[in-house]
């Protein structure tokens, strides 16, 4: 199989223009990374895909040898739609954020880095405290007897 | 076999009911199902004796061999015995030891019975994977049960510490026990023992599978686990500690030995571990001062001594190993129980605290006398004859001059004088009068002491009844080579020979470093070995915490952008790796397919780059939306005109959608932060787009073998009835995948009105009318308010009540009102042409979404209700129940799911007509992409326009469709 240079290039530049865009702490920017990130990957399916061809509508006289593949179509179909539906989300995000906070940046997570820096020590209880530990307190046959009597 | 299996999974899931009602008396309830195993397993004796082991398989996966295979042969048998057998007096005991006890007690019935089951299910299946399912079983249980005082820390520590260790022990196990069964082609323990397998990794998975027994056997230097599992009741120490899981390694250990034995490392380990294990339990116990971890160590070092014997790998050693298993089984639990019953009634176990508890209880020291006996190698107890057997299996042994026999021998013997010490001590600590001490009385009932009393006296049975078991034990021992010339066989009496002067010197040594006792505590103390087998557990433990501790203090910055660069920087160096590996290669590139390609890219590249570098919110939107215009332009060309017509559509409501968000926020981008990290992520960029370049030329490399949709094209046409693949292909070929899609967009248009609508979904509440009271209507139309009711109806623009005038755009309206039912036309042909040529349910309900975008830009919220009277929540879900529908009616039928129906016909008036089910599907597609659009719209258009008006009340919002229009 051949591969197109320039296609090549071009879904290169858009990952890395994506990947640039995502590593950003404005979140309109991260949003803007990740729909370039999708046009990158949607570009990398159809390039692997194979060759150009006829549009798979199977009309008169048309080949099956003559058309491009249908299935990564269906494929990157799906991821279209999907596409927008998360960017969609993401808006909504995006506009909440706004909405609490008047901020469009990804803010550092305290409880995150707390995580990080919790204590973990933990000491070893001594065989010894098991000595001391028993499952019952003193039980008297006798008391138990005297006691079974009363209750019947 | 299996049968009971279940059955005792079953009774340990309605144990913990019936707990509730009966208290402690559900263990004489649950005592019936191990005693109904024991019985089982007595009535195949006849048969497993007469050599015939009794196999159950019920075939499971076949194709993979995996199977319920169990198998009872003698060592099985023996095991079984002890197991269902100690298990059911245990339990028997228990409804006596809890008596007095609630708490807990349900959860604990329950745990006790399934570790029964999974302790039987692990001495009879003949499966190595089963054995390790069953394996791990008993370990969890035996974390639960060893944890049942919960509420006490060191019962918890030493639980965990359990777990941990012989968890640890048997992944090792599992990876020994992989690489057999790989080898020999057989997942059979008795295939494998029989034809053992060479391969060269053998040897190493046959010391893996040693790790594994050893730790869960509590051998050095896993051995402190098991003292340290004393916080659990006394019952469960008695079983698991004593009788049965604790064997488990022993029992694996006997079963391998017949194949391998003689593999390279397998004697030399058991030996070392063994006799090790034997003197460092035996000099533990005989300075503890707690019974139980007396009797604690006492087991590690009978463990050794059991693993020692099992493992080396002669007729006479499996022979003392198999009286030993059943010796120690007998008598280790019964002095468990003894111990039970004297904190049970004293509340202590503390031997310097206990005086004259024999005195006070004739039967209950009798009992333990009985045991001790069995323990020390007293005649006539069974342990007598299994300490004679296994001194000279290895004076036979050291004779044919092989140096482990020696060393095995020297060991066994210290190790007994030790045993006969901690015996003696454990007696006396137990029993006898001591001065200076106050004397306790102990009265126990009958049901208490009838456990142990039960296996006390066997143990002294099997000691007269030595010739039996040497003919039922022999059938194991057999499989191994003898070390002597002449046949041996157990019995209490061989004459005056070796062993016997052996064991009489051990006896008095015994007595001699118990009678030494006090000055040799002192000297222990002095010596206390500095680095513990348990301080190297707790150093290693604490050091896991803290690593693991610094790793994630190191990673958790609490900062996406650093969480997906190093996500990124995984990427490229795990991808580039497994790139650079690789060496195939397309084979040609060339510079592109057709010239408009190159003009196409280069728009794209430089949209892209600019939009990286934009400042712009709204810039950098349409930048982004250049590239994905281009996209569609390569699509065309590339022969993909669904594709094309889809990027197009999502391009234009993408853009919408960004406008109805970015107007309220500012125009220019990071104004608080600014671009942080430009060079890093400059590089990260690089890299990841430099990868994925490289991946794309393998990917096309590597593509060799005929593409799966060969068959479509013939799918499409002759089975799907339809012209169009890729449109078969989502509805019909591939629409479990399309019902996957279609979920997303229902969660995500969901998520989308959750986080605006936050206080309830209204967005089917408002219509016109009830819309009017808006402040905006009553503010800039008051005049009209009062006869707006008659007019309603028959207004052909709807936005002239509820927008300000200098909003309005009535050309807009108008052309809107216009196109907008040809647009819904439009969608509608889209969706069922779709069938035969480019279209269908996606590019239709985006049309739709199209119309409904312009309505509400011209009309605002108010118009989009009138617009689509419908609740978009029940668009999604009706759209998802119909081509759920279609997929799963079929299925009513006794058709595969997502079988299509084609029906055709001519009809008076129409002419021909054809449908396929699968049009249907398509519809469900239509419905949850309108709905989609209608959630976005009424979301991020109308409801933030409301909550604009709400912010600004004295000043009438912008309207976004307005904005747009009048720039």
Same mark, same amino acid.
């Given at each position: 199989?051949?591969?197109?240079?320039?296609?090549?290039?071009?879904?290169?530049?858009?990952?890395?223009?994506?990947?640039?865009?995502?590593?950003?702490?404005?979140?309109?920017?991260?949003?803007?990374?990740?729909?370039?990130?999708?046009?990158?990957?949607?570009?990398?399916?159809?390039?692997?895909?194979?060759?150009?061809?006829?549009?798979?509508?199977?009309?008169?006289?048309?080949?099956?040898?003559?058309?491009?593949?249908?299935?990564?179509?269906?494929?990157?179909?799906?991821?279209?739609?999907?596409?927008?539906?998360?960017?969609?989300?993401?808006?909504?995000?995006?506009?909440?954020?706004?909405?609490?906070?008047?901020?469009?940046?990804?803010?550092?997570?305290?409880?995150?880095?707390?995580?990080?820096?919790?204590?973990?020590?933990?000491?070893?209880?001594?065989?010894?405290?098991?000595?001391?530990?028993?499952?019952?307190?003193?039980?008297?046959?006798?008391?138990?007897?005297?006691?079974?009597?009363?209750?019947? | 076999?299996?049968?009971?299996?279940?059955?005792?999974?079953?009774?340990?899931?309605?144990?913990?009911?019936?707990?509730?009602?009966?208290?402690?008396?559900?263990?004489?309830?649950?005592?019936?199902?191990?005693?109904?195993?024991?019985?089982?397993?007595?009535?195949?004796?006849?048969?497993?004796? $007469?050599?015939? $082991?009794?196999?159950?398989?019920?075939?499971?996966?076949?194709?993979?061999?995996?199977?319920?295979?169990?198998?009872?042969?003698?060592?099985?048998?023996?095991?079984?015995?002890?197991?269902?057998?100690?298990?059911?007096?245990?339990?028997?005991?228990?409804?006596?030891?809890?008596?007095?006890?609630?708490?807990?007690?349900?959860?604990?019935?329950?745990?006790?019975?399934?570790?029964?089951?999974?302790?039987?299910?692990?001495?009879?299946?003949?499966?190595?994977?089963?054995?390790?399912?069953?394996?791990?079983?008993?370990?969890?249980?035996?974390?639960?049960?060893?944890?049942?005082?919960?509420?006490?820390?060191?019962?918890?520590?030493?639980?965990?510490?359990?777990?941990?260790?012989?968890?640890?022990?048997?992944?090792?196990?599992?990876?020994?026990?992989?690489?057999?069964?790989?080898?020999?082609?057989?997942?059979?323990?008795?295939?494998?023992?029989?034809?053992?397998?060479?391969?060269?990794?053998?040897?190493?998975?046959?010391?893996?599978?040693?790790?594994?027994?050893?730790?869960?056997?509590?051998?050095?230097?896993?051995?402190?686990?098991?003292?340290?599992?004393?916080?659990?009741?006394?019952?469960?120490?008695?079983?698991?500690?004593?009788?049965?899981?604790?064997?488990?390694?022993?029992?694996?250990?006997?079963?391998?030995?017949?194949?391998?034995?003689?593999?390279?490392?397998?004697?030399?380990?058991?030996?070392?571990?063994?006799?090790?294990?034997?003197?460092?339990?035996?000099?533990?116990?005989?300075?503890?001062?707690?019974?139980?971890?007396?009797?604690?160590?006492?087991?590690?070092?009978?463990?050794?001594?059991?693993?020692?014997?099992?493992?080396?790998?002669?007729?006479?050693?499996?022979?003392?190993?198999?009286?030993?298993?059943?010796?120690?089984?007998?008598?280790?639990?019964?002095?468990?129980?003894?111990?039970?019953?004297?904190?049970?009634?004293?509340?202590?176990?503390?031997?310097?605290?206990?005086?004259?508890?024999?005195?006070?209880?004739?039967?209950?020291?009798?009992?333990?006398?009985?045991?001790?006996?069995?323990?020390?190698?007293?005649?006539?107890?069974?342990?007598?004859?299994?300490?004679?057997?296994?001194?000279?299996?290895?004076?036979?042994?050291?004779?044919?001059?092989?140096?482990?026999?020696?060393?095995?021998?020297?060991?066994?013997?210290?190790?007994?004088?030790?045993?006969?010490?901690?015996?003696?001590?454990?007696?006396?600590?137990?029993?006898?009068?001591?001065?200076?001490?106050?004397?306790?009385?102990?009265?126990?009932?009958?049901?208490?002491?009838?456990?142990?009393?039960?296996? $006390?006296? $066997?143990?002294?049975?099997?000691?007269?009844?030595?010739?039996?078991?040497?003919?039922?034990?022999?059938?194991?021992?057999?499989?191994?080579?003898?070390?002597?010339?002449?046949?041996?066989?157990?019995?209490?009496?061989?004459?005056?020979?070796?062993?016997?002067?052996?064991?009489?010197?051990?006896?008095?040594?015994?007595?001699?470093?118990?009678?030494?006792?006090?000055?040799?505590?002192?000297?222990?103390?002095?010596?206390?070995?500095?680095?513990?087998?348990?301080?190297?557990?707790?150093?290693?433990?604490?050091?896991?915490?803290?690593?693991?501790?610094?790793?994630?203090?190191?990673?958790?910055?609490?900062?996406?952008?650093?969480?997906?660069?190093?996500?990124?920087?995984?990427?490229?160096?795990?991808?580039?790796?497994?790139?650079?590996?690789?060496?195939?290669?397309?084979?040609?590139?060339?510079?592109?397919?057709?010239?408009?390609?190159?003009?196409?890219?280069?728009?794209?590249?430089?949209?892209?780059?600019?939009?990286?570098?934009?400042?712009?919110?709204?810039?950098?939107?349409?930048?982004?939306?250049?590239?994905?215009?281009?996209?569609?332009?390569?699509?065309?060309?590339?022969?993909?005109?669904?594709?094309?017509?889809?990027?197009?559509?999502?391009?234009?409501?993408?853009?919408?959608?960004?406008?109805?968000?970015?107007?309220?926020?500012?125009?220019?981008?990071?104004?608080?932060?600014?671009?942080?990290?430009?060079?890093?992520?400059?590089?990260?960029?690089?890299?990841?787009?430099?990868?994925?370049?490289?991946?794309?030329?393998?990917?096309?490399?590597?593509?060799?073998?005929?593409?799966?949709?060969?068959?479509?094209?013939?799918?499409?046409?002759?089975?799907?009835?339809?012209?169009?693949?890729?449109?078969?292909?989502?509805?019909?070929?591939?629409?479990?995948?399309?019902?996957?899609?279609?979920?997303?967009?229902?969660?995500?248009?969901?998520?989308?009105?959750?986080?605006?609508?936050?206080?309830?979904?209204?967005?089917?509440?408002?219509?016109?009318?009830?819309?009017?009271?808006?402040?905006?209507?009553?503010?800039?139309?008051?005049?009209?308010?009062?006869?707006?009711?008659?007019?309603?109806?028959?207004?052909?623009?709807?936005?002239?009540?509820?927008?300000?005038?200098?909003?309005?755009?009535?050309?807009?309206?108008?052309?809107?009102?216009?196109?907008?039912?040809?647009?819904?036309?439009?969608?509608?042909?889209?969706?069922?042409?779709?069938?035969?040529?480019?279209?269908?349910?996606?590019?239709?309900?985006?049309?739709?979404?199209?119309?409904?975008?312009?309505?509400?830009?011209?009309?605002?919220?108010?118009?989009?209700?009138?617009?689509?009277?419908?609740?978009?929540?029940?668009?999604?879900?009706?759209?998802?129940?119909?081509?759920?529908?279609?997929?799963?009616?079929?299925?009513?039928?006794?058709?595969?799911?997502?079988?299509?129906?084609?029906?055709?016909?001519?009809?008076?008036?129409?002419?021909?007509?054809?449908?396929?089910?699968?049009?249907?599907?398509?519809?469900?597609?239509?419905?949850?992409?309108?709905?989609?659009?209608?959630?976005?719209?009424?979301?991020?258009?109308?409801?933030?326009?409301?909550?604009?008006?709400?912010?600004?009340?004295?000043?009438?919002?912008?309207?976004?469709?307005?904005?747009?229009?009048?720039?």
């Amino acid at each position: 199989m051949t591969v197109s240079l320039v296609l090549l290039v071009a879904m290169a530049v858009l990952y890395a223009c994506g990947v640039y865009l995502l590593l950003e702490k404005s979140m309109t920017r991260v949003l803007l990374g990740v729909l370039l990130l999708g046009n990158a990957t949607n570009l990398l399916i159809l390039l692997i895909s194979g060759e150009p061809g006829l549009a798979p509508i199977m009309t008169d006289g048309v080949e099956e040898s003559e058309i491009a593949d249908p299935l990564p179509q269906a494929l990157v179909l799906t991821a279209i739609v999907i596409t927008f539906a998360v960017s969609a989300f993401l808006l909504a995000l995006i506009y909440r954020s706004w909405r609490l906070a008047a901020e469009d940046d990804l803010e550092v997570d305290e409880e995150d880095v707390a995580i990080g820096t919790r204590d973990t020590n933990v000491d070893e209880p001594d065989l010894e405290e098991l000595a001391t530990a028993t499952d019952f307190d003193p039980v008297d046959e006798d008391e138990e007897q005297r006691q079974a009597r009363s209750s019947t | 076999m299996l049968v009971l299996l279940a059955v005792f999974g079953i009774t340990a899931l309605l144990v913990p009911f019936l707990a509730r009602r009966l208290n402690s008396r559900v263990f004489l309830a649950s005592a019936l199902v191990p005693a109904a195993a024991f019985v089982h397993t007595v009535a195949q004796g006849p048969a497993v004796l $007469a050599g015939d $082991a009794v196999v159950e398989t019920v075939e499971w996966i076949p194709q993979l061999g995996l199977a319920f295979a169990t198998r009872l042969d003698v060592l099985s048998w023996v095991l079984t015995l002890i197991v269902t057998g100690v298990g059911a007096l245990v339990l028997v005991y228990c409804w006596r030891y809890f008596q007095h006890v609630t708490d807990g007690l349900p959860r604990f019935s329950g745990f006790l019975l399934a570790f029964a089951g999974s302790m039987y299910g692990l001495v009879v299946v003949d499966d190595v994977y089963l054995l390790y399912v069953m394996w791990e079983a008993t370990t969890v249980f035996s974390y639960l049960l060893v944890g049942h005082y919960s509420d006490r820390r060191a019962s918890r520590v030493a639980a965990l510490k359990a777990l941990l260790v012989t968890t640890l022990g048997g992944l090792a196990m599992l990876v020994g026990l992989v690489i057999l069964a790989v080898d020999a082609g057989t997942s059979r323990l008795s295939e494998l023992v029989a034809a053992p397998p060479n391969g060269p990794l053998v040897p190493l998975a046959v010391i893996l599978v040693l790790v594994g027994a050893v730790s869960k056997s509590a051998l050095v230097p896993f051995h402190f686990w098991l003292p340290g599992a004393m916080a659990a009741p006394t019952p469960v120490s008695a079983y698991l500690h004593a009788a049965a899981m604790v064997k488990a390694g022993v029992y694996l250990v006997a079963r391998l030995a017949p194949g391998f034995a003689d593999s390279p490392g397998w004697r030399e380990t058991i030996v070392v571990l063994g006799v090790l294990t034997m003197l460092v339990g035996g000099w533990r116990a005989i300075r503890e001062w707690d019974l139980k971890l007396v009797l604690a160590y006492g087991t590690v070092a009978q463990l050794g001594f059991l693993t020692l014997l099992a493992g080396y790998g002669t007729r006479e050693t499996m022979l003392a190993a198999l009286a030993l298993l059943v010796a120690h089984a007998l008598f280790k639990s019964t002095l468990f129980l003894v111990v039970g019953i004297i904190d049970h009634k004293l509340g202590t176990r503390d031997l310097r605290k206990l005086s004259g508890v024999g005195r006070s209880s004739k039967a209950l020291a009798t009992i333990s006398a009985l045991a001790v006996a069995s323990m020390a190698g007293l005649p006539p107890m069974v342990g007598f004859v299994a300490k004679e057997g296994a001194l000279t299996a290895f004076l036979d042994d050291a004779a044919t001059g092989r140096p482990w026999g020696a060393v095995a021998l020297v060991g066994i013997v210290a190790g007994s004088v030790l045993t006969v010490a901690y015996s003696l001590r454990f007696f006396w600590g137990a029993f006898w009068s001591k001065p200076g001490v106050e004397s306790s009385r102990v009265r126990a009932t009958v049901w208490f002491l009838g456990p142990p009393a039960v296996l $006390a006296v $066997a143990g002294l049975v099997a000691g007269f009844a030595a010739p039996l078991l040497d003919s039922a034990f022999a059938l194991v021992a057999d499989e191994l080579p003898a070390a002597a010339e002449k046949d041996y066989h157990l019995a209490l009496w061989h004459g005056f020979e070796t062993a016997l002067w052996l064991s009489i010197v051990t006896i008095a040594l015994g007595v001699g470093v118990f009678a030494v006792r006090h000055p040799l505590s002192s000297l222990q103390e002095r010596f206390a070995g500095r680095i513990t087998a348990d301080g190297v557990y707790a150093a290693t433990s604490r050091g896991v915490d803290r690593s693991a501790a610094r790793t994630t203090a190191f990673i958790q910055r609490g900062s996406l952008p650093v969480y997906l660069g190093v996500i990124l920087l995984v990427l490229v160096a795990a991808g580039g790796t497994a790139l650079a590996l690789s060496r195939r290669l397309p084979d040609d590139i060339r510079l592109w397919d057709y010239p408009a390609q190159a003009v196409i890219a280069v728009i794209m590249m430089v949209a892209a780059v600019a939009a990286a570098r934009s400042a712009k919110r709204f810039q950098a939107a349409v930048l982004v939306g250049v590239t994905g215009t281009g996209l569609a332009a390569l699509f065309a060309f590339h022969g993909a005109p669904d594709l094309a017509l889809t990027q197009v559509l999502v391009e234009i409501v993408t853009l919408v959608a960004f406008v109805l968000v970015l107007r309220v926020l500012p125009a220019q981008l990071g104004t608080k932060h600014g671009s942080v990290f430009k060079r890093g992520r400059a590089i990260i960029a690089g890299l990841v787009g430099t990868l994925m370049a490289l991946v794309a030329v393998v990917a096309v490399g590597i593509r060799t073998a005929e593409p799966v949709s060969v068959e479509y094209p013939r799918l499409a046409v002759e089975e799907g009835h339809g012209l169009n693949i890729v449109n078969v292909t989502l509805v019909d070929i591939r629409g479990w995948d399309t019902l996957g899609e279609l979920s997303v967009l229902i969660v995500a248009a969901t998520g989308i009105a959750s986080l605006l609508f936050v206080g309830g979904r209204q967005d089917d509440l408002p219509t016109a009318r009830e819309a009017r009271p808006d402040a905006v209507v009553d503010r800039v139309q008051p005049r009209r308010r009062r006869d707006a009711d008659n007019d309603d109806q028959r207004a052909w623009l709807l936005a002239g009540r509820t927008l300000a005038p200098r909003q309005r755009s009535i050309l807009l309206e108008v052309v809107v009102r216009l196109v907008f039912h040809a647009l819904v036309v439009l969608s509608v042909y889209l969706l069922f042409a779709g069938h035969n040529a480019p279209g269908g349910g996606f590019a239709g309900g985006l049309v739709a979404g199209l119309a409904l975008v312009a309505r509400y830009l011209a009309g605002g919220r108010h118009e989009l209700v009138i617009a689509a009277p419908a609740n978009a929540g029940k668009l999604l879900g009706l759209g998802l129940v119909i081509a759920g529908g279609t997929a799963a009616v079929p299925l009513l039928f006794g058709a595969d799911a997502l079988t299509s129906v084609y029906l055709s016909g001519d009809l008076p008036v129409l002419g021909h007509l054809s449908f396929t089910t699968s049009s249907i599907f398509d519809i469900g597609v239509y419905l949850v992409v309108v709905g989609l659009m209608l959630d976005v719209l009424r979301s991020l258009g109308g409801e933030i326009d409301r909550q604009q008006e709400e912010e600004v009340p004295s000043e009438v919002a912008t309207h976004p469709g307005q904005a747009e229009v009048t720039k």
